[in-house]
């Protein structure tokens, strides 16, 4: 049985730090491009971050350019994305999620048209950003 635990999320003043992590269990963890989303309450879930298998390239969104840092940790099976000078409207639910691909080296979960053979999601872990 696949799955993803996130943690590390918590309750931090603006302009502070929090290293968010995804464990993955049950499936073979270099084989899967990693990904992190948010949602926040009443909002659609959109993109934070994501990594290939390999661990290069790596992607962000705008939101979080030169705040955020995604790396893995293939021996241990663990996902990070290292948060610093966080804002309020980084409030939300973040949630990793891994993808298989039937081909390439280079998909990520912010690919479209991707050749995805397996997707999994973890349950989440909350942050609250406060001013």
């Known amino acids: 049985q696949v799955q993803l635990v996130e943690s590390g999320g918590g309750l931090v003043q603006a302009g502070g730090s929090l290293r968010l992590s995804c464990t993955a269990s049950g499936l073979t963890f270099d084989d899967y491009a990693m990904g992190w989303f948010r949602q926040a309450p009443g909002k659609k879930r959109e993109e934070v971050s994501c990594?290939?298998?390999?661990?290069?390239?790596?992607y962000y969104a705008d939101s979080g350019k030169g705040r955020f840092a995604i790396s893995r940790d293939n021996a241990k099976n663990t996902l990070y994305l290292q948060m610093n000078s966080l804002k309020t409207e980084d409030t939300a639910m973040y949630s990793c999620?891994?993808?298989?691909?039937?081909?390439?080296?280079?998909?990520?979960?912010?690919?479209?048209?991707?050749?995805?053979?397996?997707?999994?999601w973890g349950q989440g872990t909350q942050v609250t950003v406060s001013s």
């Open positions: 990594i290939t298998k390999s661990g290069e390239p790596t």
């Open positions: 999620t891994a993808e298989r691909y039937s081909y390439g080296d280079y998909y990520t979960p912010f690919s479209s048209s991707a050749p995805i053979e397996r997707n999994y």
